[in-house]
């Protein structure tokens, strides 16, 4: 690269991080494009790369093209991703990452999810599935990831929505489930992968979806949590994980539909954030990257547009994502799935703290 040509790219870059700069404009179809065209590219090293998480995968690509207003069945080849994805479930009843891979929860969630966008949930062993799930957890409420021990309030998500999705969520004891993740909940108001462990939105996420399915948000320290995640904001307009971290595309989902589940998703700058979702599109490419100029994967083109679909900044004839289920609502109504919510109070992030911590009325969460 020439001198000029290094010159006019760090120009570029410094242009997309700067906030005062206008983004550029929604491009989604170079974006439908991009994940028609990963999912062609069998022979890609990164293809071989991602096998131990292929249905995790096939599920952001099936959703992120929902999202853009695709056939996603049409344009994917809907009856070969159904296929894949019964291919990946073992004789365990648990679903690997891959054919052949070993079963864990984190995948069986992605494949369940994958046959719920084909409308092929009848098309596996639901029970296998359901008892693979309820059996890994443990005696606190807390659920392993797989055979192999690890505890993680992911997996505590995982499972809940994974027995949701089936019907069987009576299978699991929700209420040692709930109580294992308020034991998670740090004086911050967030929450860890375990009890003691540092908060993180993705872990919020994780804990407050799960909460929001076993129907006890009410655990939920609401001010404080919505307080510290609309710290999360950052000069870029971008949300960060954690403090004195970057801003990063994919905690555009995990923290504002966090925020939607308690009625505060208005406790940020809404068009600050669609401002930096789009800066991190790649153009003429297609795709969304985790950060301006970086280059863009499935994972974050998932997270964006989940993102800019929370936001309200697609089209209206579009379907939305439902903040608990991370599926669009046309599909969560038909599966008739239920979670609790908050519904939204218009009050200041100021003055709602100040009402809770005066022992004001506190808004209660209701079931949708």
Known sequence: MSAVDEAAAALAYATLNDPTQPPPPFAPERHAAYLKRVAADAG??????????????????????RLLGRDAAAELGGPALVELARGCQNADGGFGGARGHDSHVLYTLSALQVLALLGALDRCDRAAAAA????????????????WGEVDTRFSYCALAALALLGRLGDADVGRAAAFVDACRNFDGGY???????????????????????????????????????ERQCDSGGLNGRPEKQADVCYSWWILSVLRMLGADHWI???????FILKCQDLPDGGIA???????????????????SLLGALPGD?????????????????????????????????????????????AEPYCV
């Open 132 to 147: 693979y799930v309820a059996a890994l957890q443990q005696p606190d409420g807390s659920f392993c990831g797989d055979r």
């Open 44 to 65: 890609a090293l990164e293809y071989a790369l991602t096998e131990y998480m292929r249905v995790s995968g096939v599920y952001w690509g099936l959703t992120a093209m």
């Open 192 to 230: 860890g992968c375990a009890p003691g462990a540092e908060s993180h939105a993705g872990q919020v996420f994780c804990c407050v979806g799960a909460l929001a399915i076993a129907r006890r948000l009410d655990l939920v320290d609401r001010p404080l949590l919505c307080w510290w995640l609309a």
């Open 290 to 308: 985790d950060r301006p100029g970086n280059c863009p994967d499935v994972f974050h083109t998932f997270f964006g547009v989940g993102g800019l």
């Open 318 to 362: 579009r379907p939305g994502i439902d903040a608990v289920f991370a599926l669009p609502e046309d599909v969560v109504e038909s599966l008739g799935l239920e979670a609790q919510t908050v519904p939204r109070n218009d009050a200041s992030l100021l003055d709602a703290w100040a009402a809770e911590r005066r022992g004001g009325e506190r």
């Open 269 to 275: 700058d809404g068009a600050r954030l669609r401002s």
